[in-house]
């Protein structure tokens, strides 16, 4: 049985995923949520100036999904800015291209997708012990599925702000 991607994948993760107008009153106040993929279907193609093509290879979706995607994201985006809305990057269907990891000892190293949906790592590659945590993404707010278990103890997750 062939597996199909249900993940759309994504690069990176915006630091700061909220953003609300000046001077409108909090109760007044309406959100637009805009999912982690559009928000990088938005990088690719307007910040990095891909081709709709290059754009779609890189999420592993079709090129009509990738346009489907961006031009949600752009509507979302034009009814905020013109509308006074507030936005809020997060959930969405996607897959990180890559976590990283390090152990109680200092070992650090990253886990390519491809890897991640199969056998999510249990031990450090370098000293075997079971003590690791996920370094990258640094926190896990932005509706990520999280493949495997839960990493407990030593959360030293960065918050951003630094
Ligand atoms: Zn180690």
Known sequence: MSRQPLWRRVDFLPKITSFKPAGVPLAQLREIRI???EAEAIR???????????????MNVS??????????ARQKMADALLNGKAIRIEGGNYEL?????????GHEWDV????MIKKPPELCPTCNTANIMT????????????????????????????
């Open 97 to 105: 291209t890559k976590r990283s990891f390090r152990c109680g000892n």
């Open 63 to 72: 090129r009509p999904t990738f346009a489907r995607i961006l031009l949600s």
């Open 135 to 162: 370094l990258w993404p640094w926190r896990s707010g932005l509706g990520m599925a999280v493949q495997g278990r839960q990493f407990r103890g030593g959360r030293n997750y960065r918050r951003g702000g630094d």
């Open 35 to 37: 999912s982690v993929e």
């Open 44 to 58: 690719l193609k307007d910040l990095e100036g891909l081709e709709q093509e290059e754009c779609a290879q890189k």
């Open 112 to 115: 390519p997708f491809e890897v």
